[in-house]
């Protein structure tokens, strides 16, 4: 049975096959997500005022430079109650984002102190970029949907029918990102092989994104070939993103 954590050696040897093997190469990124709720009489107006403190603890020191900071809002989602927000930091890589815990570890405690929400899950993950808005927005959403692939159907080649997916549905209007995401720790275990990010730039083109999907995408030869990779994707749930830092 496919579970919801792929082993780093799992996802390391399939990144070590030969270049040649496969049509596209994933470039790895690292994300962590900290699932939280407000304290008693606080809201998002006091997160946001917290946020401003925090990036001026950022400021004062050059290991966050790489990070990019978003707040996500549920908006469509099974549970409302379970959750109020979620912040994520998105990092280059494995190197960056611990060297910046060790900072924070070392030097973060007056900032922490004054957060304005109790985090009730941290998850780190492993994500593979498959295409990106053309320009950079600070409010969007972003879907996300848990996903099986069929039998024998390795990442890699997942990866491939999404590329391949993603370039054609560009070439009829198509402007949303993509990712895989892998969770690596802080994850909660179930039958799914990776979970699948689609977010636009504007909340607007979220839904542009969808109707053009249906009207001149849906049937395509590259539409059909990603199907024939993927088994289901279930438990899809969206959110309005906010821009709290860019990367530098």
């Given at each position: 049975m496919k579970k919801l954590i792929l082993s780093l050696s799992i996802l390391v040897a399939g990144m070590a096959h030969a270049q040649d093997s496969f049509k596209y190469e994933p470039v790895a990124n690292k994300a962590e997500y900290y699932v939280s709720t407000?304290?008693?009489r606080k809201d998002m107006g006091d997160y946001l005022k917290w946020a401003d403190d925090?990036?001026?603890?950022?400021?004062?020191?050059?290991?966050?430079?790489?990070?990019?900071s978003v707040i996500l809002v549920p908006y469509f989602h099974q549970n409302l109650q379970a959750m109020d927000s979620v912040w994520l930091n998105i990092w280059p890589s494995a190197t960056q984002q611990f060297t910046a815990a060790q900072h924070w570890l070392q030097n973060g405690s007056s900032v922490l102190s004054k957060l304005p929400v109790t985090n009730s899950q941290a998850i780190d993950t492993y994500q593979w970029a498959i295409s990106a808005p053309d320009e950079?927005?600070?409010?969007?959403?972003?879907?996300?949907?848990?996903?099986?692939?069929?039998?024998?159907?390795?990442?890699?080649?997942?990866?491939?029918?999404?590329?391949?997916?993603?370039?054609?549905a560009k070439t009829k209007g198509d402007n949303l990102g993509r990712k895989m995401i892998f969770p690596s720790s802080g994850s909660i275990a179930g039958d799914f092989d990776y979970t699948y990010s689609l977010y636009s730039s504007t909340v607007s083109e979220l839904g542009a994104g969808a109707d053009n999907y249906w009207e001149n995408i849906n049937g395509s030869k590259e539409d059909i070939a990603l199907g024939e990779v993927i088994e289901s994707c279930f438990n899809y749930r969206t959110y309005a993103t906010m821009l709290i830092k860019n990367a530098k």
């Open positions: 407000y304290n008693d925090f990036k001026e603890y950022l400021a004062k020191s050059d290991v966050y430079d790489s990070m990019r950079d927005g600070s409010n969007g959403m972003v879907r996300f949907a848990d996903c099986k692939l069929k039998e024998g159907v390795s990442a890699r080649q997942a990866f491939d029918a999404y590329k391949d997916f993603a370039a054609a």
